[in-house]
């Protein structure tokens, strides 16, 4: 039996986009991937990825934001940074860890001047299955990804 392959995923706060990550290879590849997700800084867990990853099926309500500081010990096989600044302020992480680039869109930013919450959601919706379609790929894709 082959190592699980170790996976952070990489945002600014941790608090949405690397927490849907994080939840999706879980729920998708937990068989072949060992998946953990960390910020910048934390912002804590946005209640509403909580909502739209619990309206797929997966359950991100015990998750907790982490700071990438966190980590500074475990050897990943792959970085993956989920937004620009996290990409731009990536730290140097032990071992032989890659770094790969894979932004979505932040949907707290986008939706700070939406009053609708069906609209809100909407957004929070669309990132999460672009996160799943992603993570569906993995961890093949990351092979084709430059670093």
């Not at 690397?18 to 998708?28: D, I, K, V």
């Not at 590849?29 to 209640?47: M, Q, Y």
């Not at 792959?78 to 990409?87: D, G, I, L, Y």
Request: charged share 25%; net charge neutral; with cysteine.
């Amino acid at each position: 039996m082959t190592r699980k392959q170790r996976i952070l995923f990489l945002c600014t706060g941790n608090s949405c986009r690397s927490q849907m990550a994080e939840g999706w290879a879980r729920h998708l590849k937990g068989d072949v991937l060992e998946a953990h997700s960390a910020g910048i800084a934390t912002h804590g867990l946005n209640p509403r990825a909580v909502q739209v990853m619990a309206e797929a099926g997966v359950d991100i309500s015990g998750h907790r934001s982490q700071h990438v500081d966190e980590f500074r010990d475990v050897c990943f096989d792959v970085v993956v940074t989920v937004c620009s600044h996290a990409h731009e302020t990536c730290p140097i992480f032990p071992g032989r860890a890659r770094v790969v680039h894979h932004g979505f869109d932040d949907p707290p930013a986008l939706t700070k001047n939406l009053a609708d919450e069906a609209a809100i959601i909407a957004v929070y919706r669309r990132v999460r299955d672009e996160i799943r379609d992603y993570v569906a790929t993995l961890p093949g894709s990351l092979a084709k990804e430059p670093a």
